[in-house]
């Protein structure tokens, strides 16, 4: 773990709220969530905020990004992305 974890990246202050820090939306409770809708296949990984408690600014990571790409086995979800195949350079 290096220090610049801990760094806030706009202003440079090593003042990271530690602790574990959430985000949801206000309406129905869900947790912020990466989607790519790239061929209708939608990749849901949930963010992780850092917040700076010097100026405030928050940072987002997404937790497992390998999680984001799009593999053989993602099948597309509503209809209008059917007739399009999952083409080599998505990978
Ligand atoms: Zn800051």
């Not at 709220?17 to 912020?32: A, H, K, N, W, Y």
């Not at 949930?46 to 799009?70: N, W």
Request: with cysteine; proline share 5%; glycine share 8%.
């Amino acid at each position: 773990m290096s220090s610049a974890q801990y760094a806030c990246s706009k202003c440079g202050e090593q003042a990271i709220v530690q602790g574990e820090i959430g985000l949801r939306t206000s309406r129905d409770l869900e947790l912020i969530m990466v989607v790519r809708k790239d061929h209708g296949v939608e990749k849901k990984v949930p963010l992780q905020p850092r917040v700076c408690g010097k100026c405030g600014f928050v940072d987002l990571f997404v937790q497992s990004p390998e999680h984001l790409k799009i593999v053989a086995t993602d099948k597309p979800v509503g209809s209008n992305s059917k007739d399009r195949p999952i083409l080599e350079y998505d990978f």
